[in-house]
């Protein structure tokens, strides 16, 4: 089992960066594919970008591709993701959650795939 911490979010304005990390204190996280999913107010949580547990293969949603860049960092045992040209409707809580797969495995995009989540960071874009 993985306990995950998502960080990083805050109020920001329309077009600034912002970098989330989710962060496990367990060292099999190595071992586990991660996604990023988001929630906005009145929404379905959704998928925004995923890395397989290389860290050779990401995938993005495509509202997110280009401004969005998953990474993983196994010496630190996190795994972030950078949000670049913020916008209004990326407000949300965004949820970093994580399945353990074999290394060859490309990561999932749906929610039901992974077997641990975070409790979210909130990210708010104001204009």
């Known amino acids: 089992q993985v306990e995950l911490v998502e960080s990083g979010g805050g109020l920001v304005q329309a077009g600034d960066s912002l970098r989330l990390t989710c962060t496990s204190s367990?060292?099999?996280?190595?071992?586990?594919?991660v996604g990023w999913f988001r929630q906005a107010p009145g929404q379905e949580r959704g998928f925004v970008a995923a890395?397989?547990?290389?860290?050779?293969?990401?995938v993005y949603d495509n509202s997110v591709k280009g401004r969005f860049t998953v990474s993983r960092d196994k010496a630190k045992n996190t795994v972030s993701l950078q949000i670049n040209g913020l916008k209004l409707e990326d407000t949300a809580v965004y949820y970093c959650?994580?399945?353990?797969?074999?290394?060859?495995?490309?990561?999932?995009?749906?929610?039901?795939?992974?077997?641990?989540w975070g409790q979210g960071t909130q990210v708010t874009v104001s204009s």
């Open positions: 959650a994580a399945r353990r797969t074999i290394l060859t495995a490309s990561p999932d995009i749906t929610a039901d795939a992974y077997h641990y």
């Open positions: 367990r060292s099999r996280f190595r071992e586990y594919a």
């Open positions: 890395i397989s547990r290389s860290g050779g293969n990401t």
